[in-house]
């Protein structure tokens, strides 16, 4: 952290929940740390899951797959968005009975265009809706020998997980676990070439999985203020009455107090001459300090829900979608001129992708289609956020 600022990266670690070597701790204190995940557990369920992995993948694509040694680890958003590249066919797959809680599928388009070519016995398939249901089904069936495993323990009764729903999308669009989860990495082998299937499940999740598996995680020690020992330490500046000093007369600084760790006599009652500060003072020594642990909520969980409550009231709203092909100028004498057969030239070459504009506004750009005989787009790049903005200014 630079003197008297704090970094983006550092802004976006605290939100994530990404420890900064301290960052998490204000005036002295820290927030309470996630439970530790069993990763040794897992790993050996994972590797119980890999061959029945390679199973599925063989039996639908009929090529020689195999699943090395799976990997896995507990990490945040950003160490996965870190390990994948810039777009991913994402598949959520969240547990709804049984388990609650997020769980993700990722792969490369690279992966996934290799098994809908081998599925659909296609050369170079696009990814779109036909392909991406592939996709899904792999990871259905994957996640449904999962549960199948998992329901052989007799701990998640009635274990099910949501429909398989495949996505290609930029991977700062993924919705991820929140705080640490479990990321299983698979490196999976299909027809000689080499390809990573990445799994993430929240830590809860992760946690009941170990525990229903012989496992669990143990919490982390409570932190406590800094420094903070009142128990052993005196209070500096504090002067108090020694034993034997009737009067109240204050004891040199630094000299311990006779008897300390022995109730004094008469405590109930008011000692003669002591005045009835010193007595106070006296008596907040023999008091263990309540000191508790601070706890922060999550930044990111409480902006999300806010978000996406807001979004929520004009999800219904209809917006204008306009597919742009070219522009081109004119002067008035020519568009007076213009007659039927004439050609008007426009700025967009053959082949070049046409614009996508929501209320005039360019999101995003395409390739024209022809769908039952009316046209269509298929979208090929959603625009960064900052060109949006920059058209509207």
Sequence with gaps: MSEGSISQEEIDALLSGVDMGGLG???????????????????????????????????????????????????????????????????????????TGDHLFLLSTEFATKLVSLI???????MDDMALSVISEVISSHSGAEITELS?????????????????????MVRMPQGTFALFTYPVTVDGEAYTLWEAVSNSVADNI??????GTQEAPAASMAGANFSQQPLMGAQVPPAGNPMGM?????????????????????MMGMPGQQMNMMSSFQQTPNVQSLQFPNLQQGLMG???????LIMDVFMEMTVELGRCKKTIKEILGLGEGTIIEL???????????????????????????????????????????????
């Design 25 to 99: 701790a204000v005036g002295g204190f820290a927030s309470k740390p996630e439970a530790t995940i069993d990763v040794a557990t897992l790993t050996k369920f994972a590797e119980t899951m890999k061959d029945k992995l390679a199973g599925i993948i063989n039996t639908m694509t009929q090529k020689e797959v195999s699943v090395g040694t799976p990997v896995v680890e507990s990490l945040a958003r950003d160490q996965l968005l870190a390990k994948v590249p810039e777009v991913v066919i994402s598949v959520l797959t969240d547990f709804t009975s049984g388990l």
């Design 120 to 126: 659909n016995q296609e050369e170079s398939p696009s």
């Design 152 to 172: 052989g323990t007799g701990k998640f009764p009635g274990l099910a997980t949501q429909p398989a729903e495949a996505v290609n999308q930029p991977k700062a």
């Design 210 to 215: 170990a525990k229903a598996l012989g496992g």
């Design 250 to 270: 204050a004891a040199p600084m630094g000299q311990p107090m006779m008897g300390m760790g022995q109730p004094m006599m008469g405590m109930g009652q008011p």
């Design 306 to 312: 806010a978000e996406q409550q807001n979004i929520g």
């Design 347 to 393: 700025d967009k070459l053959a082949g070049e992708p046409v614009d996508i504009l929501v209320n005039h506004k360019p999101i995003a750009k395409g390739e024209v289609v022809v769908i039952d005989e009316n046209f269509g787009v298929r979208v090929t790049e959603i625009l960064p956020a900052i060109e949006h903005v920059a058209s509207s200014i």
